[in-house]
């Protein structure tokens, strides 16, 4: 029975990690479509390219750089938010991203049909979204990024929402890409567009449904099942 728990226990970290892991993959997956799209991308991304396309680096480096910084802000105000998925979200988003970009250049050229385009940010938006989703319910820790609202409506004691603080860093890295671009003479084009605000209005409420139906009950019903094991002890 006690190798029996054990087993139990090991499975639902393994289904932990590879919700994390996959989860990490489909957000990384969803960028590249969208950097793909040449509509834009999401704030925050759209911050890293910036970043990536101003210092001539690939995308995976500028989002370990900025991951690296903004984990030491976490380290220091959310410690307890620290997980492997943090880890993971910080090395792997980049590197999927880059790669799944590159194999696509690799076989076929930017698209310049809208069609193409705007069926490119659906890809995009199933992607990252299923790919959130997976990585929220895997619970593993909290993405450097992500952390940061929590954090400051903590400091506020809730008087400001967890919600509205994150408008407000998507806000702030909006207005960073912008000031890079310019400051550094980069295009706006592919960096921010139309896809910049399609996933500010639809992305959260994809999340949620793929939580709500998919991901959670999937290990909520692994979680029951470890639970059983547990009282028949």
Same mark, same amino acid.
């Given at each position: ?28 997956? $969803? ?7 040449? /509509? #834009?991308?999401? *704030? +925050?991304? @759209?911050?890293?390219?910036?970043? !990536? ?77 299923? $790919? ?7 619970? /593993? #820790?909290?993405? *450097? +990024?992500? @952390?940061?609202?929590?954090?400051? !409506? ?80």
């Amino acid at each position: 029975k006690e190798n029996c728990v054990k087993s139990k226990v090991n499975g639902m970290f393994l289904r932990r990690c590879f919700l994390v892991l996959m989860g990490t993959l489909l957000t990384g997956m $969803g960028i590249s479509f969208m950097r793909i799209s040449q /509509l #834009g991308t999401d *704030p +925050y991304s @759209a911050f890293t390219l910036s970043i !990536s396309l101003w210092q001539v680096c690939t995308y995976a480096i500028a989002s370990i750089c900025i991951n690296a910084v903004l984990l030491i802000f976490q380290f220091f105000t959310s410690r307890k938010s620290i997980g492997i998925g943090s880890f993971v979200s910080m090395f792997c988003v980049g590197l999927s991203n880059d790669f799944f970009y590159n194999a696509y250049l690799s076989a076929f050229s930017l698209p310049s049909s809208v069609i193409v385009q705007w069926c490119m940010t659906a890809a995009a938006v199933a992607s990252m979204a299923f $790919g959130v989703a997976c990585f929220l319910s895997g619970n /593993l #820790g909290v993405a *450097p +990024y992500d @952390a940061l609202a929590p954090v400051f !409506s903590e400091w506020t004691q809730g008087r400001i929402s967890f919600s509205k603080f994150r408008i407000i860093t998507d806000a702030v890295s909006f207005v960073l890409a912008l000031f890079v671009c310019f400051s550094a003479g980069i295009s706006l084009h592919g960096v921010i567009g139309l896809n910049t605000i399609v996933v500010v209005i639809v992305l959260g409420p994809c999340i949620q449904f793929f939580r709500d139906k998919v991901t959670q009950p999937w290990i909520d019903t692994k979680q029951e099942e470890a639970s059983e094991v547990f009282d028949q002890e």
